[in-house]
């Protein structure tokens, strides 16, 4: 199991899947990322298509996006993920929904076997994406940018993708790899938006669960937690500014030369 598999088994196990008890207020100037994500998502889908989303996580936002496609199947490196993934799934009742433990470096799926292929903030392996789409398929990636918490992992030293913002922004990265391998990007968009955490306890809990600082330990962590919670205080609650980014690629349909 990766170390990346090995986080968020833990936030399964300990949580009970992929989400946040703590209390925030957030402020979405640019829109809500995962809403239109999950537009971006429905709107390819056809009573035909199938569905292929990698980084699936616990499943739910996946399970709202299966009604519009007619095979759906979501895969994870995370036993624990998949295991409370596979509940939610059953609770539904949607039997074209499909969880499976696999890389997302190697599928072992046959070429051409899904329309599309989706990823919430999850790996990004175009060329494996490229081989099993169909000619005209789509890619949907939702990535973090790299100002994401910027000033919280400036705090602590450390943190998920740490020093990003000296390079290439994130997004372009992403593009100019789909590019490469062969795709058309018809789409990138960044959302900046604002979390402003009820307390510092809601900003503690929202830490154990996220791998922006995968190795969080509010024990060891707490002088540096102390000091971003002091100077990021606004009105008694506790701002975090996040920077996420969503591009869209279509594979050439069999016959037409791609931009790349």
């Not at 990322?33 to 989303?53: H, I, N």
């Not at 939702?142 to 705090?155: H, N, P, V, W, Y």
């Not at 789909?178 to 789409?187: H, I, K, N, P, Q």
């Not at 996040?242 to 037409?256: D, E, L, M, N, Y």
Request: aromatic share 10%; proline share 5%.
């Amino acid at each position: 199991m990766t170390m990346d598999a090995k986080f968020y088994s833990r936030v399964a196990e300990r949580f009970g899947g992929y989400f946040s008890d703590a209390r925030s207020t957030d402020v979405f100037p640019d829109g809500r990322p995962d809403d239109v994500f999950d537009e971006l998502v429905a709107a390819l889908g056809t009573p035909q298509a199938r569905l292929l989303d990698v980084g699936c996580a616990d499943g739910r936002r996946l399970l709202r996006n299966s009604p519009a496609y007619a095979a759906v199947t979501g895969i994870d490196l995370s036993p624990s993920m998949l295991e409370v993934a596979e509940r939610y799934r059953q609770e539904a009742g949607l039997s074209h929904v499909a969880f499976e433990l696999c890389d997302a470096a190697h599928t072992g799926l046959p070429d051409g076997s899904a329309d599309v292929v989706t990823s919430r903030r999850g790996p990004l392996i175009a060329d494996e994406f490229e081989r099993v789409l169909r000619p005209g398929g789509a890619v949907v990636y939702m990535g973090i940018g790299e100002q994401d918490a910027r000033e919280l992992k400036e705090t602590f030293g450390r943190g998920q993708d740490f020093g990003s913002w000296h390079g290439l922004p994130l997004a372009e990265r992403v593009a100019r790899e789909l590019s490469d391998a062969g795709f058309v990007v018809t789409r990138s968009q960044a959302f900046r938006f604002e979390e402003f955490y009820h307390s510092p306890g809601d900003l503690d809990t929202f830490l154990q669960q996220v791998p922006i600082l995968e190795d969080y330990d509010p024990a060891a962590d707490r002088q540096a937690f102390e000091r971003y919670v002091a100077a990021a205080t606004v009105d008694q609650r506790v701002r975090l500014r996040r920077h996420w980014f969503i591009v869209q690629a279509q594979k050439p349909a069999s016959g037409t030369p791609s931009d790349s």
